[in-house]
């Protein structure tokens, strides 16, 4: 860890925000009440993740980090949506346990998947279509999830997952994004005011 640490030139300061997101789940309860703390804990406990594995594969471009954090958020959201259930029985309430919230994160989570995609284009050839199906098969997730539409409907369904047929499928279209990818000429975007909520307490150009 500290040998990829010093050679990809990862901030202590990473690491230390992870180590923060993790220790705050072995609280007796959990418990955010608010949008900021949502995305402050998604960034700690997987935007980080997302951030070390952009450097790690040597993405230079500041934008493309943030995009990168950006996955890393999209998919922690996806896990809080399907696990909210799961979650209150040991005390971890991130969003509230009602149909709307759990829309409403999903809903955010599209945005922060759809920020990351460009991003991708600057991950080298060899790694950029394995990232392409992972982030379409999590969102996935997000789409099963909304399809129960109900909170009673969602209750019953425990643990959302995408089956093997759905994968394959993901597969086949992220190729399509990768072909995407190659013609597109847009620049690397990210969610400037999700951004500048997490900012008030992580300076991201500290980490990247």
């Given at each position: 860890?500290?040998?990829?640490?010093?050679?990809?030139?990862?901030?202590?300061?990473?690491?230390?925000?992870?180590?923060?997101?993790?220790?705050?789940?072995?609280?007796?309860?959990?418990?955010?009440?608010?949008?900021?703390?949502?995305?402050?804990?998604?960034?700690?406990?997987?935007?980080?993740?997302?951030?070390?594995?952009?450097?790690?594969?040597?993405?230079?471009?500041?934008?493309?980090?943030?995009?990168?954090?950006?996955?890393?958020?999209?998919?922690?959201?996806?896990?809080?949506?399907?696990?909210?259930?799961?979650?209150?029985k040991?005390?971890?309430?991130?969003?509230?346990?009602?149909?709307?919230?759990?829309?409403?994160?999903?809903?955010?989570?599209?945005?922060?998947?759809?920020?990351?995609?460009?991003?991708?284009?600057?991950?080298?050839?060899?790694?950029?279509?394995?990232?392409?199906?992972a982030?379409?098969?999590?969102?996935?997730?997000?789409?099963?999830?909304?399809?129960?539409?109900?909170?009673?409907?969602?209750?019953?369904?425990?643990?959302?997952?995408?089956?093997?047929i759905?994968?394959?499928?993901?597969?086949?279209?992220?190729?399509?994004?990768?072909?995407?990818?190659?013609?597109?000429?847009?620049k690397?975007?990210?969610?400037?005011?999700?951004?500048?909520?997490?900012?008030?307490?992580?300076?991201?150009?500290?980490?990247?």
């Open positions: 860890m500290w040998d990829l640490i010093d050679h990809h030139l990862i901030s202590i300061k990473i690491i230390e925000d992870l180590f923060d997101g993790v220790e705050s789940d072995l609280n007796k309860k959990v418990q955010l009440n608010n949008k900021k703390d949502l995305l402050i804990y998604s960034y700690r406990v997987a935007g980080t993740v997302g951030l070390m594995m952009a450097k790690i594969l040597n993405v230079k471009d500041d934008n493309s980090m943030r995009s990168a954090i950006d996955l890393g958020i999209a998919m922690q959201l996806t896990n809080i949506s399907r696990d909210v259930v799961e979650d209150s040991i005390n971890r309430f991130y969003i509230k346990n009602d149909f709307k919230t759990i829309s409403d994160t999903l809903a955010l989570a599209d945005l922060f998947y759809k920020s990351s995609f460009i991003a991708i284009k600057e991950i080298p050839f060899k790694f950029r279509f394995a990232i392409l199906i982030r379409r098969v999590y969102k996935k997730i997000g789409d099963k999830i909304l399809r129960t539409k109900n909170i009673e409907n969602y209750n019953k369904a425990g643990k959302i997952y995408v089956n093997n759905t994968k394959i499928y993901q597969t086949i279209l992220s190729i399509f994004d990768l072909v995407t990818l190659f013609v597109t000429k847009q690397s975007g990210y969610m400037n005011n999700e951004h500048f909520l997490i900012s008030e307490e992580i300076d991201f150009n500290e980490r990247i």
